[in-house]
């Protein structure tokens, strides 16, 4: 009968079992509540994020299409009805304010994406710091 050296020594030899080296393989355990944290926020991120400045464009287009019909109908001196004169101004204004509403919506939009980056990385950096140093 075989001693347990033996037999783990008899196992050796026929299966050859490769161990990493400390700098080739390192790993960092984390508590699930900060991984699934850190998740979450990864999650949200990868949401698509509207396209308002195709929007914002087709408004913008619509403003300048209609001031410079307005500038075209004061440098010929056409006449209009009483109402076409307004009606051209009240769509360079709607079409410039909306215009203007989606960029600010773009912009904050951007700066919340921005913020829960900044928000993943910090989390990160907290997590990393309570690891032993040269970890």
Known sequence: MQTPNQLASAHACMHAIALPFPKQERRIGIQYLDWDRCKKKLNRIRQPIPRYHLIFSFFFGIAAS??????????????????????????????????????????????????????????????????????
């Open 66 to 135: 209609s001031g410079l019909s307005l500038l075209t109908l004061y440098l010929s001196e056409v006449s209009l009805p009483a109402w076409g004169y307004p009606l051209y101004w009240m769509i360079l204004v709607f079409s410039a304010i909306t215009a203007s509403f989606f960029v600010l919506m773009e912009r904050q939009t951007r700066q919340n994406k921005q913020s829960d980056i900044d928000d993943i990385l910090e989390d990160m950096k907290s997590i990393e710091e309570t690891f032993p140093p040269g970890q």
